[in-house]
């Protein structure tokens, strides 16, 4: 079974930098894709960004472009990171940490689309 972990989140002020981790396991071949989502309350959840292992293929949907980075862990290619810089109250949310097996064949990432999902982690921006 597939499981996430995710961790990294807190409380930033605006302009400020977080970096989240999510650590895969539960499966041996590096062929599943994984992606960072986020909810607000209220809203819907939405795909930020996602990652094929290997270096293939990474992206970030646009609303992050430029402030958001996904990598994987030079190491350890089931773990990966969302570099967050200049962060706005308006990234306030639960991140959750994706995984699908399979390539990232959408931007941006679908919730749907994913089978497994961490916990989440909480990003606080506060003025």
């Known amino acids: 079974q597939v499981q996430l972990v995710e961790s990294g989140g807190g409380s930033v002020q605006v302009g400020g930098s977080l970096r989240l981790s999510c650590a895969a396991s539960?499966?041996?071949?590096?062929?599943?894709?994984l992606a960072w989502f986020r909810q607000a309350p209220g809203q819907e959840r939405e795909g930020v960004a996602a990652?094929?292992?290997?270096?293939?293929?990474?992206?970030v949907v646009d609303s992050v472009k430029g402030r958001f980075t996904i990598s994987q862990d030079n190491t350890n290619a089931k773990k990966i990171y969302l570099q967050m810089n200049s962060l706005k109250s308006d990234d306030t949310a639960m991140y959750y940490c994706?995984?699908?097996?399979?390539?990232?064949?959408?931007?941006?990432?679908?919730?749907?689309?994913?089978?497994?999902w961490g916990q989440g982690t909480q990003v606080t921006v506060s003025s």
């Open positions: 539960g499966y041996t071949y590096n062929n599943y894709c």
């Open positions: 990652l094929f292992p290997g270096g293939f293929t990474s992206y």
């Open positions: 994706a995984a699908r097996f399979g390539v990232c064949y959408t931007s941006p990432p679908r919730a749907a689309d994913f089978a497994y």
